[in-house]
């Protein structure tokens, strides 16, 4: 049972991920962070003695040190004078990794609000990888759509991070889309993500005998592609698609709908 003001790994992992999913705030010193460079996933950086300077609109936060002690309950506490819903971390990145859960290499995480660019008119892929990418990596992240000739010229001018082309590390590696290997390089597999990236692929390949919601989704990709001309208006939309595929595969994968019960086949 955590104490007051804590929250335990297994239920802070079950908040990463959905729409109103809390501030995450590292506040771990340098030592700590060289001796486990990793992070929770969507956590950022904030040194300790910095927790007064936060700017963002008072909401919901899970503050996080290496043991979930003096660190993280001291930032918690500032927060909560604040205005803020604070918890710290109980057992801190210690009890996280102990736990098995995912954990973001530090060196391959982008900055805060670093741009991500691919092709113009997305379907599948280019609206599942901002999904993973605003949920679980950079909730900042923003996401620019151009001509598939300029993907990699915008990329390298506006020092942006192309996905879901040829030639780039965040592409298709042979039988596997773009969001498997964003699931790899960040180290982000579980079991609800594993789920959800299955049907992905199955929808994108148009290998619908790898799982039978994968003719669902890509009809509903489809449809949302001929309702917005414009592409941050459809990825809007497809992010809320997309948040309800991740709680079927994280909760309701198992559940059927028959009605009315017990109708002939």
């Known amino acids: 049972m955590p104490q007051f003001g804590q929250i335990t790994p297994a239920a802070a992992f079950r908040l990463i991920g959905l729409p109103d999913a809390p501030v995450i705030l590292d506040v771990r010193i340098a030592e700590d962070?060289?001796?486990l460079p990793r992070l929770i996933p969507g956590a950022r950086l904030l040194p300790h003695d910095q927790i007064a300077t936060l700017t963002d609109p008072p909401g919901r936060a899970i503050t996080?040190?290496?043991k979930g002690k003096k660190l993280s309950e001291g930032a918690a506490a500032w927060l909560r004078s604040m205005g803020w819903q604070a918890e710290s971390l109980e057992g801190g990145t210690l009890a996280w990794e102990a736990a098995g859960l995912p954990m973001l290499p530090l060196a391959t995480v982008p900055a805060p609000g670093t741009p991500w660019v691919t092709r113009h008119r997305p379907k599948i892929d280019r609206i599942a990888c901002p999904w993973l990418i605003r949920r679980f990596i950079d909730p900042t992240a923003r996401f620019l759509f151009v001509a598939p000739a300029e993907v990699e010229a915008v990329a390298d001018r506006f020092n942006a991070i192309p996905y879901d082309i040829d030639g780039v590390i965040f592409s298709h590696r042979g039988d596997q889309c773009s969001f498997d290997a964003l699931l790899d390089d960040f180290a982000l597999h579980c079991?609800?993500?594993d789920r959800m990236a299955t049907v992905i692929r199955?929808?994108?390949?148009?290998?619908?005998?790898?799982?039978?919601?994968a003719a669902g989704l890509l009809a509903l990709s489809v449809g949302l592609s001929r309702m917005y001309r414009d592409d941050l208006s459809q990825l809007e939309a497809g992010i809320a698609l997309y948040d309800a595929l991740y709680r079927w595969a994280r909760d309701g994968h198992e559940e059927g709908h028959d009605w009315p019960a017990g109708r002939k086949a």
Do not use: G
Not at 202 to 213: C, F, N
């Open 202 to 213: 199955a929808a994108d390949t148009d290998r619908h005998d790898l799982s039978p919601q």
């Open 33 to 35: 962070i060289a001796a």
């Open 64 to 66: 996080v040190c290496s």
């Open 191 to 193: 079991e609800a993500l």
